[in-house]
């Protein structure tokens, strides 16, 4: 399968490696030292599932260049999405699937006002990756799960055929029937582990290990449950339970990406988790404090990072 992938990043450089490895004709998109380093020694992974190499790889700071693909997994930040999706049209065919991997609920909207609709396909991730320096990568949990499904609902033999590839490259996959479940699942999860990270400056682990901010972290996921509820997203009643409890089970001292980009003093994708839960919150009537704690906190934090750029 040809696959590009757009944002070299945590998420994106770790999939694309697995990917690549596997065999498939994998095209990286990448600026700067990161993409001197993937053209001239290639990417080197480690982390809880082992240590690999691949090289050489493909890699490009053009997309056009890579010509129409089968598939592109769309990994930069969210603050990125609409200086970036021009460039992927070059890229289209007509069975060319679009996976956002990104934070946040409303990517794959505003991916398709560029793309169009039918090119776009819902997803999500679960994974601790983060790129530690120029052409390597770090996986600080076990958990390497995608779920993407059609926008429109059901299956498609182009998602039958992105699962299957994935699978064969080891990342468990899942075709959803109904998307827009999962997004709101890891939007959820997202805003309780960012905002915590961040704010504790501690690891997940160590965050329930302490009742009060374990509280917190069960706060926020509960407040954004309510919030896709009165949106009309069917997440299960027990779904902040569910993920505390999945939270339970990641390894040690796993931290999230923004917590990286925090300490990094890097931009945050504040304005498009807690941001969004607290707009949305207040459009639906439904209490949002804890996730405006979060953005109160960290806005001046973001507001240094973006007058940087």
């Not at 999939?15 to 498939?24: C, D, F, K, S």
């Not at 095209?27 to 001197?36: D, I, S, Y």
Request: with cysteine; aromatic share 6%.
């Amino acid at each position: 399968m040809r696959i590009l992938v757009v944002g070299s990043g945590g998420v994106g450089g770790y999939y694309g490696a697995l990917l690549a490895r596997a065999g498939e004709e994998v095209t990286f998109v990448a600026r700067g030292e990161n993409l001197a380093a993937l053209r001239t020694r290639g990417l080197q992974v480690k982390g809880v599932r082992g240590e690999f190499a691949v090289h050489p790889v493909r890699a490009t700071d053009d997309p056009a260049s890579a010509g129409p693909v089968d598939l592109i997994l769309f990994c930069v930040k969210a603050y990125d999405t609409e200086a970036v999706a021009p460039l992927l049209r070059p890229n289209l065919g007509p069975q060319t699937a679009v996976v956002s991997l990104q934070n946040g609920i409303e990517k794959e909207e505003q991916l398709a006002r560029v793309l169009g609709e039918g090119a776009v396909m819902g997803g999500v991730t679960y994974l601790f990756s983060t790129r530690v320096a120029p052409g390597q990568w770090e996986q600080r949990g076990g958990v390497q799960k995608v779920v993407f499904g059609e926008l429109r609902g059901g299956e498609s033999a182009r998602g039958r055929a992105i699962e299957a590839t994935l699978r064969r490259a080891g990342i468990e996959a899942e075709l959803s029937p109904n998307v827009r479940v999962p997004i709101w699942d890891k939007f959820m999860t997202i805003c309780a582990t960012s905002g915590t990270t961040c704010l504790t400056r501690l690891p997940i682990d160590e965050i329930l290990a302490c009742p009060p901010s374990r509280a917190f972290l069960e706060g926020l996921l509960g407040e954004v449950h309510r919030v896709a509820r009165a949106q009309g997203v069917n997440l299960p009643d027990d779904a902040p339970a569910q993920r505390a409890a999945y939270l339970e089970k990641l390894e040690p001292g796993a931290r999230t990406s923004m917590y990286h980009d925090l300490v990094a003093g890097r931009r945050m994708e504040l304005e498009f988790l807690h941001g969004t839960a607290v707009r949305l919150g207040r459009q639906l009537g439904i209490p949002t404090p804890l996730c405006f704690a979060v953005y109160a906190a960290l806005k001046p934090h973001d507001d240094r990072a973006i007058r940087k750029q």
